[in-house]
């Protein structure tokens, strides 16, 4: 089952001709899940060919206009082209009240049923059959959160052969156990699924930091994501500066993707005033070689592990 992550917006605070504001999308089978919402995020995704009528949920980091501007345009764009699928938005304290606001003002009808979800703790968010995605509190200079999408380990790989010599016939019992339910033979004999398949299989994990200073726990939070998204608005040279604007740099987005033990990093929300982020990337790639500073539309392919 493939999973892509598409680069929206990749810019910090203001944008420019080559970066749309923050904005994150995650693609998995029939979902859309995004990270944060940047102002035109809507025209980012019709050139990146994404759809508006998907299930979907929008997590928000925190209520910087960087980071949510995009909401009111993305939504009226959805009702414009009749969505009817119920959208689903995650954000700190402030979210709601914000929608709120804009659609008052606004006076604009929505086709489709919009849930907000104000997240005031660190925990799991949202969970689905096969996922969850939990909130951590980032540090930033108002309240930010991050988040992580993590998949439920996948049962094992099936035997046939095990199953047959156990006597279940072929058909929906080998789907039942293969989907991790016992079973139970003509001759009462029960059958687990641990007796016909390997061990589970991981699932994927991506961490979205959001804007924030290194902060306490991601180590943790993020241990063995398989993509960490991390932001570096500014370069090391910086570091004084990030500290007070609630920011990271490249080499400490690094150093919590290497403590982490993440198998890739990526920075974004990068500055104006790097015409050029070759500088980003190579003062990263000192404490973590596997590192790529994400432009608008950069697509990552995220495939299954074997195990
Ligand atoms: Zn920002
Ligand atoms: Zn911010």
């Known amino acids: 089952m493939s999973m892509h992550v598409i680069f929206l917006g990749t810019g910090g605070s203001v944008p420019t001709g080559a970066r749309s504001l ?10 859309q899940l995004m990270f944060d919402c940047g102002e035109g995020a809507q025209r980012q995704m019709i050139k990146a060919k994404v759809g508006f009528h998907r299930k979907m949920k929008i997590f928000v980091s925190h209520m910087h206009g ?26 700190p304290e402030g979210i709601k009240q914000f929608l709120e606001c ?18 005031y703790d660190a925990g799991v968010v949202c969970e689905e059959k096969d996922y969850t995605v939990e909130a951590a509190k980032a540090d930033h200079v108002v ?27 072929e058909g929906e019992l080998w789907s039942k ?23 589970p299989r991981k699932g994927r994990k991506i961490v979205y930091t959001g804007d924030t200073r290194p902060f306490r726990g991601f180590a943790k939070f993020a241990a063995g994501a398989d993509l960490v998204i991390h932001e570096a608005t500014f370069d090391d040279a910086l570091a004084e500066k990030a500290e007070v604007d609630g920011h990271s740099t490249p080499s400490q987005a690094a150093m919590e993707a290497k403590r982490a033990k993440a198998k890739k990093l990526v920075l974004t929300h990068i500055s104006a005033r790097y015409a050029d982020a ?30």
Not at 278 to 293: I, M, P, S
């Open 66 to 91: 960087d980071h949510v501007l995009g909401l009111p345009g993305l939504l009226q764009t959805m009702a414009l082209l009749d969505r009817q699928k119920k959208l689903e938005v995650y954000g």
């Open 177 to 199: 156990l293969q989907h991790g339910d016992d079973i139970k033979l003509p001759n009462g004999r029960v059958v687990s699924p641990s007796e016909v398949l390997g061990s």
């Open 102 to 119: 804009v659609r008052e003002s606004l006076q604009f009808g929505l086709t489709f049923p919009v849930e907000i979800q104000e997240v």
């Open 22 to 31: 923050p904005a994150v999308l995650v693609k998995r089978q029939n979902e």
């Open 278 to 307: 070759g500088l980003l990337l190579e003062q990263a790639r000192k404490v973590f070689e596997n590192t790529l500073v994400a432009d608008d539309f950069l697509v990552l392919e995220l495939p299954l592990p074997d195990s």
């Open 143 to 169: 309240a930010s959160l991050a988040y992580a999408f993590a998949e439920k380990p996948r049962p094992g790989k099936f035997f046939p052969e095990k199953a047959k010599a156990l006597g279940v016939p």
